[in-house]
């Protein structure tokens, strides 16, 4: 996974891992807060992590078991944390919470997980003097179709609008009638 320093790198997944907070060693990369032990996995992702300065941020955040819990395993019936989402270590205080959402009804095992993040983007700046030259605007090349037939146009117009005019103030289905058609009509002539 390369990528330059000035992009942000949010990761999203089912790690299928559970990260302990038995390891004194990946408080860098994992918080406090976690549920259960480590297990293999677990270790993989947290070194994968710190090689890439990146922190779990569900672990981070003191909430209830069951805003923390993303699966329950089937045999044991223990809630554990396997779904995370990464960040950059220079964003963790833009972090405003990461939660399981067990009121969501996904159709699968697994508890959704949402994220707030307060991002400040900021634009890309380009050196002074490498601003590309402008090399000027074409023109129109044809001729505008309406300008030959601005009266006629302003003509069915200008009937259309005298119908709709005398459907508003008399509304009745001659008039009705007669205002559809001249609508239909100026559609079928522009």
Wanted: hydrophobic share 35%; aromatic share 10%.
């Amino acid at each position: 996974m390369k990528s330059q320093r000035y992009f942000t790198v949010t990761v999203l997944g089912d790690f299928n891992d559970r990260v302990g907070t038995d390891h004194v060693v990946w408080q860098v990369v994992a918080g406090p807060h976690s549920l259960g032990r480590c297990k293999d996995n677990g270790h993989h992702l947290m070194r994968t992590c710190a090689e890439h300065c990146l922190l779990l941020t569900n672990t981070f955040f003191r909430l209830l078991t069951q805003k923390k819990a993303t699966w329950m395993h089937p045999r044991s019936r223990r809630w554990q944390m396997v779904d995370y989402v990464l960040l950059r270590r220079r964003y963790r205080q833009d972090v405003l919470v990461t939660k399981a959402m067990p009121d969501a009804n996904g159709l699968t095992d697994h508890h959704f997980v949402i994220s707030q993040i307060r991002f400040q983007i900021k634009p890309l700046r380009r050196p002074e003097g490498k601003r590309p030259p402008v090399l000027g605007r074409a023109g129109c090349q044809l001729q505008d179709l309406f300008d030959d037939n601005d009266t006629k146009i302003n003509n069915i117009l200008a009937e259309k609008n005298r119908l709709y005019k005398a459907y508003e103030y008399l509304r009745t289905h001659a008039t009705k009638a007669a205002f559809f058609r001249s609508r239909s009509l100026v559609q079928q002539q522009l």
